[in-house]
């Protein structure tokens, strides 16, 4: 045991998550700040895996106590041999060091979409993760969860899904759908339901309405995949006449793709639409294509008074900086997200800077009634609305729950 500062030394491994989606680094980041001030008593150092390591570590480099550990490509091949010998589930190996996971002291499994049960087979590799911190004596814990589907497994697959959850020494999950969702399924674990990592990153906010000069808009490839190729022209459609009309717009990509993977990346959406725009109204538009993470994006994203978003966490990025966010749904979450935050939480007081809508459904006289409506609001609040989660947060039986968890 190594002791700095009189703490001891300990190390926190994160399962894999993909560090070019923007929302995905904001977990890491809420999570290492939950993680530093639920565990004081310990000097954390923190492992996140990459098969973009150099790329990950300059986005990362602000965080003097993130290891980058690459993925080895020589593991596919074992981990391949492990599948094809049936022996997957018992000799699980990760896809970066065996050696760094089990020098750790702590597994969290961040982000719970990977327990959505898509297509009826169970997230086995994610699932290994557990199984090999359980085989090494690390303790698991889960963090920004959402859970759901487990019926289209079979009766001894969920059996066995059911054992693995059971085995998390803390399950929080983001939303009380999934906290009850849990219990239907007969989950021993303890369960607490505690906001997204973002609102760890950014406890509190000042919330600035007033007037909309420049709009920020996102839309994600799995809107159009969705919707369908025309939502394209309605969104050409919608930034035109809001040029004509005196705006003007920064295209903000949150998600991007190192291999040029035009299902994921952003930009080949927002390029789309650029391109369609009329060429006299494209110099109102600025391009934001730098892919270099959550520091450059939240700085984009300072700029604009109002985003217009697909991705779920460019519209909580926003709303954390305190800016008018029109939420734009591809699924449950986003409407899930912003009903919890203008219902049971101290965003309630801003919630005429809000709005909903399903992606293929926007139009342009719900921008301006959104526009309106944030307009209003800061004639009513010109120094601004101050929102404090912290105390809400503090509240939580998180706190006790995580004093149990012995490292």
């Not at 990153?201 to 709009?215: E, M, Q, S």
């Not at 992606?359 to 409506?373: F, Y």
């Not at 120094?383 to 404090?388: D, F, S």
């Amino acid at each position: 045991m190594t002791i700095t500062s009189g703490k001891p030394k300990k190390t926190v491994i994160f399962s894999y998550l993909q560090l070019s989606n923007v929302g995905c680094e904001i977990i890491i980041r809420g999570t290492i700040r939950f993680l530093e001030r639920a565990l004081p008593g310990y000097d954390l150092r923190f492992i996140v895996s990459s098969y973009t390591p150099e790329r990950d570590r300059e986005i990362m480099a602000d965080l003097p106590h993130v290891e980058v550990i690459p993925m080895l490509s020589w593991k596919r091949y074992l981990r391949a041999i492990l599948r094809q010998t049936k022996r997957f589930d018992r000799y699980w190996s990760p896809r970066f060091s065996s050696g760094a996971f089990a020098r750790s002291n702590l597994f969290v499994s961040v982000g719970g979409d990977i327990y959505t049960i898509f297509d009826g087979r169970l997230p086995d590799d994610w699932m290994g993760h557990e199984a090999f911190a359980t085989r090494h004596r690390i303790p698991s814990i889960m963090f920004g969860a959402n859970m759901e589907k487990f019926e289209l497994l079979s009766a001894a697959d969920r059996k066995l899904l059911v054992a693995h959850l059971d085995r998390f020494r803390l399950l929080a999950v983001r939303d009380r759908k999934t906290e009850s969702y849990l219990s239907t399924h007969g989950i021993t674990a303890p369960v607490v339901v505690y906001p997204d990592p973002v609102f760890s990153l950014r406890p509190n906010t000042l919330v600035r309405p007033g007037k909309i000069r420049r709009i920020g808009l996102n839309l994600s490839p799995l809107a159009v995949e969705k919707f369908g190729a025309g939502i394209v022209d309605t969104y050409v459609g919608i930034v035109s006449e809001l040029i004509r009309a005196g705006y003007a717009f920064d295209f903000i990509p949150h998600v991007y793709s190192s291999d040029g993977d035009a299902g994921l990346d952003d930009r080949g959406v927002l390029h789309q639409i650029y391109a369609k725009v009329d060429t006299a109204l494209q110099g109102s538009i600025r391009l934001r294509d730098e892919a270099l993470g959550f520091n450059k994006v939240s700085a984009a994203l300072s700029e604009v008074d109002l985003l217009i978003a697909a991705r779920m966490h460019c519209c909580l990025n926003a709303l954390t900086l305190g800016k008018a966010v029109y939420f734009l749904e591809y699924s449950i979450k986003a409407k899930a997200m912003l009903d919890w935050a203008t219902t049971e939480t101290p965003y309630v007081v801003a919630r005429d800077a809000y709005a909903t809508v399903p992606a293929n459904a926007l139009t342009l006289a719900g921008v301006q009634e959104l526009i309106d409506r944030t307009e209003a609001l800061g004639a009513l609040h010109p120094e601004g609305i101050e929102v404090k989660l912290e105390p809400q947060l503090d509240a939580s039986p998180i706190w006790g729950l995580m004093q149990q968890v012995r490292l």
